[in-house]
């Protein structure tokens, strides 16, 4: 074995790789974003020789860069590998730069970085800091990474398509809902008849349809309920809490949900 490698040499070297099982098992758990990302940097950092430093970046729609993953946890990623992330997801290819020794005679930390891509769209950055300064060295960094990055596109394609099911799964709901309120001609058994079917279809005790009428919200329908007192407490409260949300411009919850 090399001595400048240790056991956890890949198997190009002809060796054998002693994998930290509790990240494989973790990683392949899928038990949400921050797992899956804090083992994979684990990991891929254990096919690095001499890995100092790593880092997975979320890119959104708008192209803003978020770190969502470093490694090792209590170790942000250097200026340079800050750096080399930013041209990798700005120029869409790898990016290798070499670092200057901080000392003399020992070696350099150099860093790179690839983009994760779904189809024209760049998803992510994975980038790495290594003390090592031999350009062929580097390059073989830069292409081990770029194999490991499928392991992140996937992760980030399996997560558009279940955003792509919630949604689809929120827009029959909204299609059922309408055909509802279109089986009666009329306003009233319609606004019923939809907010009935809004409490059996997603399972609450009551739901309730209200307008703006003026400077406050006024209850036009209740579920199962073919008539409205608006003196009783309980609409009076109803149309209180749709004040409140118009008021506010967003959803009101009582009590709090728990986080």
């Known amino acids: 074995m090399d001595s400048g490698v240790n056991s ?8 054998v790789v002693d994998f930290d099982k509790a990240l494989w098992r973790q990683l392949l758990a899928r038990g949400g974003d921050e797992a899956f990302f804090t083992s994979w940097l684990g990991l891929q950092a ?15 729609e708008d192209e803003v860069l978020r770190p969502v993953a470093i490694w090792p946890r209590e170790m942000p990623p ?17 990016i290798v730069r070499r670092g200057e020794p901080a000392v003399p005679g020992q070696k350099a930390i150099s860093s790179f970085a690839y983009p994760v891509m779904i189809g024209d769209d760049i998803v992510a950055v994975v980038g790495f ?14 292409r081990r990474l770029q194999w490991g990055s499928v392991w992140i596109e996937n992760h980030f394609r399996e997560r558009r398509a279940v955003n792509l099911e919630q949604s689809a799964a929120r827009l029959s709901s909204a299609l059922d809902l309408v055909a509802v309120s279109l089986e009666s001609e009329e306003y009233g058994p319609a606004a019923i008849a939809l907010v009935t079917e809004i409490a059996v279809r997603f399972g609450c005790e009551r739901a309730s349809l209200g307008f ?22 309980l609409v009076r409260g109803i149309a209180a809490a749709m004040d409140e ?10 009590p709090p949900m728990s986080e």
């Open 212 to 233: 703006r009428d003026g400077s406050s919200a006024k209850v036009a329908a209740i579920s199962h309920t073919s008539e409205i007192n608006r003196r009783q407490s």
């Open 46 to 60: 254990k096919m690095l020789p001499r890995a100092a430093g790593g880092v997975i970046i979320a890119v959104d």
């Open 8 to 15: 956890t040499a890949t198997p190009a070297t002809g060796n």
């Open 245 to 254: 949300a118009i008021d506010q411009g967003r959803v009101i919850v009582f």
């Open 129 to 142: 800091s290594v003390a090592e300064e031999d350009d062929q060295i580097l390059q073989a960094a830069l």
């Open 78 to 94: 250097n200026q340079e590998l800050r750096t080399a992330a930013q041209s990798a997801a700005r120029r869409r290819v790898g």
